[in-house]
């Protein structure tokens, strides 16, 4: 079995040494970078399983780092974890806007980094598996190509707004918990609540006039809403 690569972007020397090591324990492949410029350019140039990225890097930031990669086709397919500070609350948010497919907040555990890592390398793995198009409310999903498009235009979606889209939109109505959704999407309850909302939230904005179609349950979680009610 090929080694999943990952490549680390963070500026803390001590911090990269910490988790080369304990990456390269668990058998992946670790190239890093301490600066924001150097990590884009080994992100582009190694095609990366997956990124543990540090929004704040010197030369260029995290942020930066993820909107290029998310830009372009060759790169944007990267799984990116993104390493925040507690104060950067409002960051963290923005992280998700630009297509980080989940974060960790400093200090966190190694273990729960790791935990966090394959979680996402299964997820994005099983997506491949799969050929098949769903066509819902003018939102077509195309499995196997892995893209999405309202009538001619793509989205552009992480893969973790792609698979919660797939999980409504296959049950149009259905109200599903943010358990529902963090078990279709990460198949592992360890990431936070929160994290649904907040992809639910940036997945609204990628769907413009059609957002409103993913619905609030209060008490519950979200449905995908097939009928527009007139009321
Ligand atoms: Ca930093």
Not at 47 to 56: E, Q, T
Not at 80 to 94: F, G, P, R, S, Y
Not at 114 to 124: F, G, P
């Amino acid at each position: 079995m090929a080694q999943d690569k990952i490549l680390i972007i963070e500026d803390e020397t001590s911090l990269v040494e910490l988790l080369t090591y304990n990456l390269e324990r668990e058998g992946y492949k670790v190239i890093s970078a301490t600066d924001g410029h150097e990590g884009l350019r080994k992100a582009q140039t190694h095609s990366p399983d997956l990124l543990i990225l540090d929004l704040m890097l010197p030369g260029m930031s995290g942020l930066d780092v993820c909107r290029e990669l998310r830009s372009s086709t060759r790169t944007a397919a990267i799984l990116i974890l993104m390493l925040t500070a507690k104060e950067e609350e409002v960051d963290q948010v923005v992280g998700f806007a630009m297509g980080a497919d989940d974060y960790v907040t400093k200090p966190f555990s190694v273990k729960v980094l790791l935990q966090r890592i394959k979680v996402l390398l299964r997820r994005s793995r099983g997506n491949t598996a799969t050929s098949e198009i769903l066509e819902v409310a003018g939102i077509r999903i195309d499995k196997r190509a892995h893209e999405v498009s309202i009538g001619d235009s793509p989205l552009s979606l992480t893969p973790t707004e792609f698979r919660l889209l797939e999980t409504m939109i296959k049950q149009p109505g259905r109200a599903f918990t943010r358990y529902d959704l963090m078990d279709a999407t990460v198949g592992d309850t360890i990431v936070l609540e929160r994290t649904i909302d907040v992809h639910i939230k940036s997945l609204r904005r990628k769907l413009g006039d059609l957002g409103h179609r993913i619905e609030t349950v209060r008490g519950v979680g979200y449905r995908f809403r097939e009928e527009t009610e007139t009321d």
